[in-house]
């Protein structure tokens, strides 16, 4: 079992940064896949960047340059730094987590956050 907790969304300006923090419990975090996804209003929820314990990550296309996934396993803790945002970033962000290789579709995540907004003002 995993308990996930995000942190650190907000309100930003276009072109502003945030940084979204999530904290695991468990004994075994560095095991596992840590992923963010985000869901639009009215959008399916999709993958934004994934990372796995040695800090080896893939980020979906959009988010290339623009956002940074991080891990600490010593803090049972996994980031994403966000830069450059614009409207369309817009979304709640969520931290999942999954035993396994690293993939990037939601159904393959067996942990989920509540999820934390993120609004990006035009």
């Known amino acids: 079992q995993m308990q996930l907790v995000e942190s650190g969304g907000g309100l930003v300006q276009a072109g502003g940064s945030l940084r979204l923090s999530c904290a695991a419990s468990g004994r075994t975090f560095a095991s596992y896949i840590m992923g963010w996804f985000r869901q639009g209003p009215g959008k399916e929820r999709d993958f934004v960047a994934a990372i796995n314990w040695s800090g080896e990550s893939y980020y979906a296309e959009s988010m290339k340059g623009r956002f940074t996934i991080s891990r600490d396993n010593a803090k049972n803790s996994v980031s994403l730094q966000m830069d450059s945002l614009k409207p369309e970033d817009t979304a709640v962000y969520y931290c999942?987590?999954?035993?396994?290789?690293?993939?990037?579709?939601?159904?393959?995540?067996?942990?989920w956050g509540q999820g934390t907004q993120v609004t990006v003002s035009s």
């Open positions: 999942a987590a999954r035993y396994g290789p690293l993939v990037t579709r939601t159904a393959n995540y067996n942990y």
